[in-house]
């Protein structure tokens, strides 16, 4: 099926405004994949754009020749200078990209880790012969956005004790501080809470009622339709949508990027049975920062808990606890029906623990190994793979094949480097891996962040049929699309404090900001 | 403008090919040296040549040579895979080689099947336990194995000295500082008739093929490329972190203590203070010309002999010093490095827009 191209000029009303930059049938390939497919992209002054589109359909590729990074193979990038009349900027070179005003937030963060938030924020922007690193008027500046953006955190201690969040925070000051004409955010609230994403569309708002142009990516749709006055929408590498926001809600606009109608329907728990995970006052703490405090939670079988929350506030050490990978100081935690005292994730495996991690780059996946070895990278010490220490090659194999097919992971086979796949194939064998073993409790830590829209509905699909199955499964999530998807019941983390879990129907997107923030919602569980 | 693109997928040829072309480059760029100190380079080629390969006499020499260098290069190249970044060969060799002329120089008498055993389990039991030090220190407290590692080898050094001008010292020497002579049923048999070459050559390349089956086949092995891929993703499946670091040691260490052991009970017969002309170190970079394969580890192992041999012939002959051999290993190394780039990435030549 084929969406005409639609297209809409400027919201009625507003004055004419200034095209900043113009994209002109830009066209990039690689080897045989066609990445963009002569995209045209305008731009006006104040304009907030949302570039929706799955992975793979060419945003990242767009943005990339936009930035300088890539080279199109055809096509043409305009820019508004000073004058304001356009002008074609050099393709292929990033500081003519920076020079003309266009700024960018990545997903993935470009900080550098040993230094603090200021001097992130100041980094580069300053002769490298000048002594010192920023004077008072630097310091001014900083703090001055810092308080108009509302993007609070504490920019004097170095960048690897922040949090994620806080992370992205300094990313998003960082770019404000360069005076950019036109600022890309790549999915810039993944990490933030209801609140504070609504603190960020109004700054977003105020900015470019000041006249930047801003565009907007992101997989929320919600936020998308709220934020934006204009939608452009990607599919396999083509422009298939350019219309204004008014009048769109989000089914169409998740059919104009997938192609076709992709419904998660959450469905009532069949039943829910003895508890299989409960912490009573359970104090623990990975590392300075994350910590849990005298937590109590009941997760029975059959049923989803989420825990909604900003990340460095527990959930790393409330994660770490199932992986295996901690244990409580103080108080009692019980895994289906043992008390765990000492770190051993081999036995949290055994028990029947299925772990999904957060970061599956780092600890879910060895990149240079195959699917094959990462599939039974948890399971060999059990006899299923070897035999008196030698590995069983061809039961692997036979086995990932058949997990390849159920999971529907698209690869060139089972000893393909796991590095290769795209990051929702990749979450896939991760799922495969936790659930293959029909675990009685289910930790999915993060398990869609950063995954497109069709590789998120199959994974919670997958989550929903492990409920079904029996087992009880954990969900720790910053996405609250993803945890009202999902859950059966809803708990807040905040500071390392563990709200009680409420029924998911007696909440809203507000009660779950507050049970995120640490206060009380004011229902009754 | 040149761009280096990674490739996917290091196809196989060009994994072969890069150590290789890197050899070949390293001799190429010797020929500068050679040609400012006035030798004749062609036939100074000719010499490295024939030097190493050239007669039965070269090509058993070389093999002599290849065998402490196979077991070196099997102790970095299995310790770095886990990335336990052992530099410590050279003393665990010399602590090999003590703990052979221990058992060898007649406390014990056995028969050779017995005793030759024992010497070489003897080594290897030295060269790991002198890599554990290192090892506890760097799982209890997080001291770099580098620097411990490093630092053991002049401590072992050392200690040898000071066994061979004290307890350990042949009385029959003529005051040279060098032990007793191994008993004739520890020594090693020769492979050919009036050469050096010894059965610590096959027992090397027994070892090689033993890590290789090891690496890529057994649990074991799985759990030491895991841990070195990824430490973190590896302890998050619950792979026993510090069995597969200890097992990692006394491998790598153990190999160390083999080389120095054989050395002794094939090739030197007592234990003198300059035993090993820096293997433990050349080591290292066989182990890098063999992408840390095991099986790798043999053709390189010889390349970096030969190179050593043929330019003894070549420096006996045209006149030029044989540091030149030091020359092409080290440039060999940097070469192999530079290889290495190259096989991972594609080098595209991208012409640049027309605007400055």
Redesign the interface.
């Known amino acids: 099926m084929t969406y005409p191209t639609q297209t809409d000029g400027t919201s009625a009303g507003a004055a004419p405004r200034s095209t900043v930059l113009s994209l002109r049938g830009i066209t990039k390939r690689f080897g045989a994949l066609l990445a963009n497919d002569a995209i045209d992209l305008d731009l006006r002054a104040g304009e907030i754009v949302a570039l929706l589109g799955e992975n793979g359909a060419g945003k990242t590729t767009l943005m990339n020749i936009l930035f300088g990074h890539y080279?199109a193979d055809a096509g043409e990038v305009r820019v508004a200078g000073p004058d304001g009349a356009l002008a074609?900027l050099?393709?292929?070179s990033a500081d003519a990209a920076l020079g003309a005003g266009i700024g960018m937030v990545h997903q993935h963060f470009t900080l550098a880790e040993n230094l603090s938030g200021f001097e992130n924020i100041v980094l580069g922007t300053r002769p490298l012969w000048s002594p010192g690193i920023g004077g008072r008027a630097a310091r001014a500046k900083v703090a001055r956005i810092a308080a108009d953006s509302g993007l609070g955190v504490d920019l004097d201690v170095s960048v690897s004790r922040l949090s994620v969040g806080e992370k992205q925070r300094v990313e998003i000051l960082k770019a404000l501080y360069r005076d950019v004409k036109v600022l890309i955010l790549d999915e810039p609230t993944a990490v933030l809470t209801p609140q504070e994403a609504e603190g960020l569309a109004d700054t977003v708002r105020s900015l470019a009622s000041r006249g930047l142009a801003v565009i907007f990516i992101s997989h929320k749709l919600n936020e998308v339709i709220s934020l934006c006055e204009r939608v452009v929408v990607l599919r396999g590498g083509a422009k298939v949508a350019d219309r204004a926001t008014a009048g769109a809600d989000r089914a169409t606009l998740a059919e104009l990027m997938v192609g076709r109608s992709i419904e998660v329907r959450h469905s009532a728990p069949r039943g829910v049975g003895e508890p299989v995970l409960t912490l009573d006052r359970v104090s623990a703490a990975m590392g300075r920062r994350d910590r849990l405090v005298d937590a109590s939670l009941d997760l029975r079988a059959g049923e989803i808990v989420g825990i909604a929350g900003v990340s460095g506030n527990g959930q790393g050490t409330l994660a770490a606890l199932l992986?295996?990978?901690a244990a409580p100081r103080s108080g009692r935690l019980s895994v289906l029906g043992e008390v765990i005292t000492g770190e051993?994730?081999?036995?949290?495996?055994a028990r029947g623990v299925g772990?999904v991690?957060e970061d599956r780059h780092?600890?879910?996946?060895?990149?240079?190994?195959s699917i094959a070895?990462n599939f039974v990278?948890?399971r060999?010490?059990g006899g299923d793979f070897?035999r008196l220490?030698?590995?069983a090659?061809s039961r692997i194999r036979a086995e990932t094949e058949r997990v390849i097919a159920a999971f529907d992971v698209r690869c060139s086979g089972p000893d393909a480097?796991i590095r290769?796949l795209s990051g929702g194939n990749m979450q896939k064998v991760i799922l495969a891996r936790a659930l293959d073993g029909r675990p009685r409790l289910v930790l999915a830590h993060q398990p869609t962040r950063g995954l497109d829209v069709a590789a998120t509905a199959d994974i919670h699909r997958r989550l929903l049929d492990a409920r079904d199955r029996g087992a009880g499964v954990l969900l720790i999530s910053e996405d609250l699309d993803e945890i009202f998807a999902l859950a059966d019941r809803i708990a807040g983390i905040h500071h390392g404090e563990l709200s009680r879990a409420f029924p998911a129907g007696s909440l809203d997107q507000r009660s779950v900001g507050l049970l995120m923030a640490g206060q009380d919602p004011g229902i009754a569980a | 403008?040149i761009r280096f693109v990674r490739r996917?997928?290091v196809p196989f040829w060009l994994s072969l090919a890069a150590p290789v072309g890197a050899g070949l480059a390293a001799l190429l760029l010797t020929a500068v040296p050679l040609a400012i100190s006035g030798a004749p380079i062609g036939r100074g080629f000719a010499l490295l040549f024939e030097g190493s390969v050239g007669s039965v006499f070269a090509l058993t020499e070389t093999m002599a040579r290849a065998t402490p260098l196979i077991f070196t290069g099997l102790a970095a190249a299995v310790a770095f895979r886990a990335k336990l970044w052992n530099i410590g060969a050279e003393g665990q060799l010399y602590a090999g080689a003590l703990a052979a002329v221990v058992v060898g120089t007649g406390a014990i008498a056995a028969p050779p099947f017995v005793l030759v055993p024992l010497v070489l389990l003897a080594g290897a039991a030295a060269g790991a336990g002198l890599l554990m030090g290192p090892v506890f220190f760097k799982s209890r407290f997080g001291a770099d194995e580098v620097v411990t590692t490093l630092l053991m080898n002049f401590i072992v050094i050392l200690f040898v000295q000071m066994m061979l001008e004290g307890p350990l010292k042949d009385p029959l020497s003529l005051g040279w500082p060098q032990s007793e002579p191994m008993v004739d049923e520890a020594v090693l048999p020769k492979l050919v008739d009036r050469m050096r070459v010894h059965a610590g050559l096959l027992v090397a390349i027994a070892c090689a093929i033993a890590s290789h089956v090891l690496l890529e086949?057994?649990?074991?092995g799985?759990?030491i490329?895991?841990v070195g891929?990824?430490a973190?993703?590896?302890?998050?499946?619950?792979?026993?972190m510090g069995g597969t670091l200890l097992r990692v040691a006394l491998l790598s260490g153990g190999f160390a203590g083999l080389a120095g052991a054989c050395e002794v009970a094939g090739l030197k017969g007592y234990l003198t203070a300059d035993l090993s002309p820096g293997y433990g170190y050349a080591g290292i970079v066989v182990a890098m010309l063999a992408g840390l394969s095991p099986l790798g580890v043999i053709p390189a192992a010889l390349f970096v002999a030969g190179v050593f041999v043929g330019a003894d012939t070549m420096s006996r002959s045209i006149g030029v010093s044989n540091y030149l051999a030091d020359l092409v290993v080290a440039m060999s190394l940097l070469c192999v490095i530079v290889g290495g780039l190259f096989a991972r990435y594609e080098v595209r030549f991208?012409r640049?827009?027309a605007?400055?």
């Open positions: 080279v074609p050099p393709p292929g992986a295996g990978l051993d994730p081999r036995a949290m495996v772990r991690p780092r600890e879910g996946s060895i990149g240079a190994m070895e990278l948890e060999l010490q070897q220490g030698f590995l090659r480097p290769l | 403008m996917e997928a086949r057994t649990l074991w799985f759990q490329r895991a891929e990824s973190a993703a590896a302890r998050y499946a619950g792979v026993p991208v640049r827009g605007q400055a």
